[in-house]
T-cell receptor, first 112, second 112 residues
Framework: NAGVMQNPRHLVRRRGQEARLRCSPM?????VYWYRQLPEEGLKFMVY????????ESGMPKERFSAEFPKEGPSILRIQQVVRGDSAAYFC??????????FGQGTRLTVV | EDKVVQSPLSLVVHEGDTVTLNCSYE??????LLWYKQEKKAPTFLFML????IEKKSGRLSSILDKKELFSILNITATQTGDSAIYLC????????????FGKGTKLTVNP
């Protein structure tokens, strides 16, 4: 059973471009969580999704950020018109309907 | 607002030393407290504590929760250089979600 797969591992974008981060949950996991980790900070919750539904997006910035978890395929975290402050490590976690979450390796986004 | 505070923020010790990492929390509808180890990649799960006063052990690591004082500690005995990492503490709420509130972490450096 492969773990939570995130890609790319590293992503460099120029200011104003779009960033797309992908997360394939573990087999059998229907819940996906996205967290952001800024340098010297802990992980901050962004959004919690189940298949085709956003359950809790209380941690998502109101603009430029969106997330989806379609019926088929990975969950996508999309950041439009990136700015330097978006540079961070973005971690995805998945869990079964009731059970502990497992984390992916993260995507390190650098905005230049 | 939910809050998890870890101390110290960083710690430098020599191999063989014993360390105690602290975590205090204020989490609405608290369910459990989790400890993770993070080494430049995905946070890896260490412990989940739900009940007060019951120590969990895994090798040289142990942890305990005090739900009255809203506090947990993580002990590492006979530290090794491989224990060098950031140790993250997180609170989870009652409910079907694994949405976690993380502290900033304690950066542990174990020198030979």
């Amino acid at each position: 059973n492969a773990g939570v797969m995130q890609n790319p591992r590293h992503l460099v974008r120029r200011r104003g471009q779009e960033a797309r981060l992908r997360c394939s949950p573990m087999k059998g996991h229907s819940h996906v969580y996205w967290y952001r980790q800024l340098p010297e900070e802990g992980l901050k919750f962004m959004v919690y999704l189940q298949k085709e539904n956003i359950i809790d997006e209380s941690g998502m910035p109101k603009e430029r950020f969106s997330a989806e978890f379609p019926k088929e395929g990975p969950s996508i975290l999309r950041i439009q018109q990136v700015v330097r402050g978006d540079s961070a490590a973005y971690f995805c976690a998945s869990s079964p309907p009731s059970g502990r979450a497992f984390f992916g390796q993260g995507t390190r986004l650098t905005v230049v | 607002e939910d809050k998890v505070v870890q101390s110290p923020l960083s710690l430098v010790v020599h191999e063989g030393d014993t360390v105690t990492l602290n975590c205090s929390y204020e989490v609405t509808n608290f369910r459990s407290l989790l400890w993770y180890k993070q080494e430049k990649k995905a946070p890896t799960f260490l412990f989940m504590l739900t009940s007060s006063g019951i120590e969990k052990k895994s090798g040289r690591l142990s942890s305990i929760l005090d739900k009255k004082e809203l506090f947990s500690i993580l002990n590492i005995t006979a530290t090794q250089t491989g224990d060098s990492a950031i140790y993250l503490c997180a609170g989870a709420r009652v409910g079907g979600s694994e949405k976690l509130v993380f502290g900033k972490g304690t950066k542990l450096t174990v020198n030979p």
